[in-house]
C-alpha cells in the first residue's frame, strides 16, 4: 500500500471530507468538523435513520447521511436553503406530533430537539397540532417518563439493548399510533429492571427519560444549549478523526 | 396454568423459533379473540425473547389485538370502491342492527365492528372480513343474516358455505390465464436446460417484476445466485395489498400450480432449497387450499427431495400468513415480517439480493411474475419478449373495479390502451381511472389514449374506474386515510406527514378549509417525497397532488374561501359563553368600560 497516498474524500457543500472506509456521511462529516443537523443519530450506536433530519443530496439524490455509507468522489450537498427548509419541517412535525411545552419542561435548555429546532431558526410549529393523549409514567422511585415529549428515535430502545443487555424500552404499535413501551406486564416502569446507572437514563435527547429529585437544580440559562449552540457542540462530542501528518507516515 | 398449556403447544407446533412469531401470535389469538397482557409475558417466556419485543410486533399488525376485541370482529373492507357500493351505510345498518359503536367492543365482549384497508375483493364488494374469514358482496339482506348468526353465537367455521363464495371473475385471458402447462414441465425444461441457461432465458425475455417496481427479473435472479451465502431463499410477495388489487388472489386460486412452478424454476436457478409464500392476511381463506396444492406437489415429486428425479436438487415451500400491513408488501419489510419482526423496512443497500431473510441472498418476486418465470422456462425466452412493447415484454393482469359494467381480471399484452380496456370492461361516462392504486396515477378523460406500459403508465395491476357520478377529492381523501392508517412509522415525515394530509382533507371535506390548507398539501409533498423512507411516503401525496391538477374544482367548491381563513372559528368558540351571559351583540367578547 502506497503510504503517501491521501485517505479516499467526498465533497460536502464543495470542501474535501476525508473518511476511513466504513464511515458514514454525517460520521465523517462530523469528524472532519463539518455540522449536518440530526436528532436520532448517536455517534455511540449504529444508525437507523428514522428522524431524517440528516437527510442530504447526495449526486442529486436524496438520502439520510448517518446510514449513507460514505465513498470516494461523492458530491453530497447539506447546506442549503431547500435542505435546511425541509429540515425545519421535519422538526415541525415532531413539535405538533407530541405534547411540548418548552416553558415548562424540566429538560429546556438541555433538549437536543428545542436545539436544532433554535439552529434551524424555527420560529413556530406552524402545522396543526395533534395534541395526542398520553400519559406519564410515575410509577418508578426515582425515574419519571413523560412521553408527551418521545420523538421516537430509539435511542433508549438501543441504549437498554446493545449497552446494558436489558430490553427496558422497545416500539409499539403503527404509523402515527406508534409508542414507546417498556418491558413488563402491567406496562409500568417500576417492574421492569433499569436501574439508574444504565446508559438507557443518559440518552434521551429529549425530556421523556427524567431523573427524580433533581429537577431544575442547573437553573435555565446555565444550561448545555444555553451556553452554545448544537451545531458547535455536536462537533466536539463527534469521535476526531485522528490527524494525519504527512511527514509521520512512512 | 390451562393458558401455557394452549400456548406451549403452538410455540412447539413452530419449533420453538422466534422468527415464526407472527405466526405464533396469530394462532394464539385464536384461544380467545385477542392476545392478552398475561399471553404475550408467557409467549416470551417460552420464546426467550424480551416480553417487550412481543408486545413490540404484536401491536404492529392490524388484525392482532392488544386490547379485548370480541369474539365476532367484523372488518368492513374500506377501498374506495367499496365505499362507492356503500359499505358505510351498511356498516352503520349493522352497528344499529346489533346495538353496537363502530370500534368499540360491545359490553357483553361479542362484537368488534370497525373498517380496515382495502381487502382485494374490489370486483365483488362491498366485502367483509370475520375474524380474517372473507364475505364478498354484502347487502343489507346479507347483513341482517350475518347479525343473526352473530347473536346466536354461531361460530364462523358452522355459518352457511354460501356467505364465503368468492367468484374469479377471469374476464380476459391471454398467455399467461390461458395457458394450460402440465405442472412439472417447466421445472423439467429447466432440469434440461441447465440453471446458466434458464437465466439466459429469463434474462433475455426483458421480464421486469409485475409488483409495482418493475425491476428486471433476470438481473435479481442472476445478483442473488452470484451472491454468497450459506443458503439462499426465494420469497414470493403475495401480500398484494395496493388498494384495488386482486389479481394475485385469482392466481393463487386457480393457478397456484404455476406460482409454485415459477418459484421452484428460481429455486433451481439461484440454488435455493427453500422458499416461503408470504400471503397477505386478509386471504386467510386461500391457506387451506394452497397448502393442498402443496402437499399433491409433494406427492408428485415436485417439490422435497431430488424434484423431478433430479439427484440434489431438493426445494420446499413454507406459507407465512400475513396479520394486515399493507407495508409488508415491500420487500425489505416483507422479510423483517418474515423473520417475526415489526414490518419496517430496511435500510438498503445491501439488499435482499445479497443480505435478505436472515441476511442470505434471498430472491423476491410478485405472484404474477414467477408465473410468467415459469412460462419462460418452459416456452424460452425469445417467445416471451416478443410479446408487448419493445421496453415492456409480455403481458400484465389488470384488477378492474368501480364504474364499469364487467369489474374482474383482464390480461393484456403491454402497450393496451386505457381507452381500449375501458371499452372491455364496459365503463361509461368515464371521468377518471386510478391506475396502480393510491400509489399511482389518477389520469382524467384527455389521457385515455396512454397505454399501460412500464414507459407510459407502470401498474401493478389495479384499475379503478370512476363515473362522472364519482367526487374525486372523496377518492383522494379516502387514499390519504389509507396511507396513514399503513403507515410503518418509522420515518418522521411518514409517520407525521400522512396523518397530517388526513387532516387537511379532513378539514376540507367538513367545509372548514381554506387555500392555506391546499398550500399546506403542497408544501409537505415535497417533504415527503424526497425525505421519506420508502415508497409509502414517497407517494402518500400523489393522489393528493394528481387531483389537486386535474379536478381542482372538486377542491375549491369546498373551500370557505379562496383566500386565506384561519381555522378557528371564533363565533362558534364563544356561542357557550353568550348564551350562559345573554350578550348577543358582536362585540361581547372585548372588555368595556363599566
Redesign the interface.
Known sequence: MNAEADPPAFLLDGEEVPFEPGQTVIQAALAAGHYIPHLCYHPEFKPHGSCKVCTVEVNGRTAASCTMQAQAGMEVASKTEKLNKERQTLVQMLFVEGNHFCPSCEKSGSCLLQAVAYDLEMMSAELDHLFPNRPVDASHPDILLDFNRCILCELCVRASAEVDGKHVFALSGRGITKHLIVNAESRRLADTDIAATDKAMEVCPVGVILRKHVGFRVPIGARRFDQRPVSAQALEDAPRRPVIRREDST | MERYAGLYSIVERYGGEPTALLQILRDAQEIEGWLP??T??CLAQLLGV????V??V?????FLH?ERAGRYRVLFSDNITDRMAGNIELLDHFCNRLWLERGKTSEDGLVLVDTTSCTGLCDQGPAILVNGWAIPRVTPERIDEIAVLIRSRIPVVNWPDGLFLIEDNIRCKDILLGSDLAPGAAIRATIAAGPLATLEAIQSSNLRGRGGAGYATGLKWQSCRNATGDLHYVVCNADEGEPGTFKDRVLLTRYADLVFEGMTVCAFVIGARKGFLYLRGEYRHLLGPLQEVLARRRADGLLGADICGQAGFGFDIEIHLGAG?YICGEESALIESLEGR?GIPR?R?PYPVTHGYLQQPTTVNNVETFCAAALIALRGGEWYGKIGTARSAGTKILSISGDCARPGIYEYPFGVTVRQVLQDCGAEHTQAVQISGPSGTCIDTTEFERCIAFEDLPTAGAFMVFDESRDLFEVARNFAHFF??????????C??????LC?VMDKIHRGMGSQHDLN?IL??N??LQ????CGLGQTACNPLLDTIKRFRPAYERRLESLEFEP?FDLDGALERARTMTGREDAGAHLETDE
Open positions: 397482557p398475561a404475550l409475558t424480551p416480553r417487550a419485543r408486545e413490540g404484536a401491536g404492529f399488525y392490524s392488544l400491513a415489526r435500510n443497500p396513514a392508517h399503513e403507515s410503518c412509522g418509522f420515518c418522521t415525515p409517520r407525521v406527514g400522512t396523518t397530517l387532516n399546506q408544501r409537505l415535497p417533504v424526497s425525505s421519506s423512507h381555522a
